[in-house]
């Protein structure tokens, strides 16, 4: 009997590198599934985000990853949301359900996963994060919930961080959350997150000063194309524990690949495939 195949896919901007169609398909191949998972590069064309969503319900596809830089950007194309979705105010996974988009967030598990993973350890008394756009509000979010008391938003778009920091307060109220624009020490954090695209490929560079760093922080950085980045490179050369990206879309992938196929994935499968990509 042949088996009907599910269809998938990214859609974002500048992701010709990105490697989420091996770690779906590689998964639904070990689990004898037929996956197609497609890029849709939407860089030359931004304001076509509806017309990718109209197009992949007409296709059938069975859902989408949504990344940067359209998180919040597909909001209003949805019909529902999942309470994650609702509480992180960012989706990351839209899936069809009867007939209509229902927006999901699997980043905030993602990242929350890979630093309990990378950084069983790691002190959380006071972290600074970088970025509060659709990444952000997922890695605010999943730092609060692992029991980060203080957490400091540095956003340039201001009224951004203060939305998030405003939302993120009515969630975790015990925590002291703040938002500024620019910081020019970090002596006093216990931990640093990169939210931002900066660093990833078409995006060089370091989201902030890196001769900030100590020894005593640590450092984790949402991109993973590529993996090393520059700031992770730095930090390493200082002395930093680090967590760079993989763990976070690898993990991230694997609910959305549950949410696409209904299967339960094999997350050590996938990081350990991850790493041969």
């Not at 620019?182 to 006093?188: G, K, W």
Request: include cysteine; proline fraction near 4%.
């Amino acid at each position: 009997m042949r088996v009907a195949s599910v269809l998938t896919g990214l859609v974002g901007c500048e992701i010709g590198a990105s490697r989420s169609p091996q770690i779906h398909e590689r998964e639904a191949d070990a689990q004898g599934i037929r996956l197609v998972y497609k890029l849709f590069d939407l860089t030359d064309t931004p304001d076509r985000l509806a017309d990718i969503l109209d197009a992949a319900a007409l296709l059938g596809f069975a859902g989408l990853n949504v990344t940067h830089p359209f998180k919040q950007q597909v909001l209003p194309l949805l019909d529902a949301l999942s309470e994650d979705a609702r509480r992180i105010g960012a989706v990351n996974t839209v899936v069809r359900e009867g007939g209509r988009w229902v927006g999901h967030n699997t980043d905030g598990i993602g990242f929350g996963d890979s630093l309990k993973r990378g950084l069983p350890a790691a002190e959380l008394t006071k972290v600074v994060q970088f970025g509060a756009g659709g990444a952000g509000s997922a890695t605010a979010d999943a730092l609060l919930a692992l029991g980060a008391r203080e957490l400091v938003l540095v956003e340039r778009d201001l009224a951004r961080g203060e939305t998030l920091a405003e939302r993120l307060r009515q969630s975790f109220p015990n925590a002291v959350i703040s938002a500024v624009e620019t910081l020019e020490r970090l002596d006093d954090a216990s931990g640093v997150v990169n939210a931002s695209p900066i660093g990833m490929y078409g995006h060089e560079g370091t989201p902030f000063d890196p001769r900030l760093l100590r020894g005593h922080h640590w450092v984790a950085d949402v991109v993973y194309f590529p993996r090393d980045t520059e700031l992770l490179r730095i930090a390493r050369a200082t002395g930093c524990p680090i967590v760079d990206g993989s763990g976070m879309v690898v993990l991230q992938a694997a609910r959305a690949f549950e949410l696409f196929t209904g299967r339960q994935a094999d997350r050590a499968r996938m990081l350990t495939e991850f790493e041969r990509v």
